[in-house]
T-cell receptor, first 113, second 115 residues
């Protein structure tokens, strides 16, 4: 059974720092991996989707990498800003090319001005 | 605006009430989902409707009943709920199958409190 874990559970950094969030999964036979952002009391916003054949994806100050063989993904945030404060979640499909997703518990990020 | 609209945003109901959550998507997707987010637990998939076929998580109690009258609308009917059902219920939509790079779009969620 696929399990997704995220560490750390919470992270507080000063503005301007570069940071890395970690996601690990137990079954490496994934079709893709997605990173999401969730603001307090709100829904999820997709940040990056990495296909299983890709090693990384970039969007602005965000870079996500995927290492299927080791069951790991990282989300790198460059030059963090207070507006980056949110919960970051990673998720993998339960089966095949679907959005029946298994989520990690998330990392709560606070960027201090 | 994500293109997925959920109503109501907040709902308080007694354990003997019957209520419904509504979701509407304006993205032309052919799959819709209900996810449940409880405190300190990962998001959990409850139901999926794709191509008019329903797929469900077998661990979801029968007091939750989904309805998908068409590809743009999704309901979650609630009856005789328990306090532990209090959570954020998130609706989402996407294309199915996802193909290459087709991500999922979430609504803002409906906060449910069962008293």
């Amino acid at each position: 059974k696929q399990e997704v874990t995220q560490i750390p559970a919470a992270l507080s950094v000063p503005e301007g720092e570069n940071l890395v969030l970690n996601c690990s999964f137990t079954d490496s036979a994934i079709y893709n991996l997605q990173w999401f952002r969730q603001d307090p009391g709100k829904g999820l916003t997709s940040l990056l989707l990495i296909q299983s054949s890709q090693r990384e994806q970039t969007s602005g100050r965000l870079n996500a990498s995927l290492d299927k063989s080791s069951g790991r993904s990282t989300l790198y945030i460059a030059a963090s800003q207070p507006g980056d404060s949110a919960t970051y979640l990673c998720a993998v499909p339960r089966d095949g090319a679907t959005n029946k997703l298994i989520f990690g518990t998330g990392t709560l990020l606070a960027v201090q001005p | 605006e994500t293109g997925v609209t959920q109503t109501p945003r907040h709902l308080v109901m007694g354990m003997t009430n019957k209520k419904s959550l509504k979701c509407e998507q304006h993205l032309g997707h052919n799959a819709m989902y209900w996810y449940k987010q409880s405190a300190k637990k990962p998001l959990e998939l409850m139901f999926v409707y794709s191509l008019e076929e329903r797929v469900e998580n077998n661990s979801v109690p029968s007091r939750f009943s989904p309805e998908c009258p068409n590809s743009s609308h999704l309901f979650l009917h609630l009856h005789t709920l328990q306090p532990e059902d209090s959570a954020l219920y998130l609706c989402a939509s996407s294309f199915h199958p996802t193909g290459s790079g087709n991500t999922i779009y979430f609504g803002e969620g409906s906060w449910l409190t069962v008293v």
